[in-house]
């Protein structure tokens, strides 16, 4: 009997070793967040290459609740970052792929910067770099040899003036990442090697070309979790097993556009969410 117990807890442990962890998520609402400089609220921090651009919580528009961060280029503003560091050391968890999912709206300009989600771990080393570029086209920053940084831009267009889900996927067991826009892949590459294994932060970035852009962007439902495994299609809560609990986050979240219950990523929670967990009920299990 004991022996039973015991192998019981074991397994309990085990599983509960493979849930998600999240590291961060926030939809920039109010609290703990209020309209202004981001900077110093919730822990974020900024830094800015040249003149500062701004970084403002904002009720101008939001996908989920009122609020959203609202990047703004400023003239003779250069790269500008803003962060909260959420350290997740892969050496010791067993949740060795980081998953970082954020919604971003970008506002029509003559001149147009560069927009995204800059990686570093905690040696303040770039990983990788997933953005909009000033074509309007997916741009990743990868490392093809694990130590030379290369940017890329892979020709995908994206549509301004609506929301849109950006998604990248860190594998630190294979040192590869994957960029996805409203679901679908947009490219991969190598992480760069000498950023070791501790995750250091998802960096919402902005770098402005020539001091001029004069568009903006909007951030909003930014969601950094660690996971053991790449998920079973309809796993929701990355338990590895797509059962009752998955259903039940879809099914409670339906309607809004809750990013964690999304599953194909287009903005909303509906039947097409409810009929993945549906169709794929008891994989992994």
Known sequence: MCGKVFWSVTVAMSLACLQAQLLYETSFENPPF???NIAGQDGWQEYHLGVANRGQISTERALSGTQ???ITPVNGGANSWWWKTVTHDTRVSPNKIIDIRWDMYLLPGTAQGRYGIDVYSDIVERVCALAVGSSNTIILIRYPDG???QLVD??????RERWNRFRLVIDYNTGTFAGFVNGQMVGSGR???RAGAVFGDADVWHF???GNSNDA?????LRIRAIATLEQEGDVDGSGCVDDADLLIVLFAFGSSDPSADINQDGIVDDADLLIV??????GC
């Open 191 to 193: 992480i760069n090697s």
């Open 278 to 283: 549906l169709f794929n009920f008891g994989r």
């Open 217 to 221: 962007a909007f951030f909003d439902n």
């Open 154 to 159: 892979t020709g995908i267009a994206v549509q």
């Open 34 to 36: 209020t309209p202004g």
């Open 68 to 70: 959203s961060l609202k």
């Open 147 to 149: 130590f030379t940084e």
């Open 208 to 210: 402005n070309f020539g």
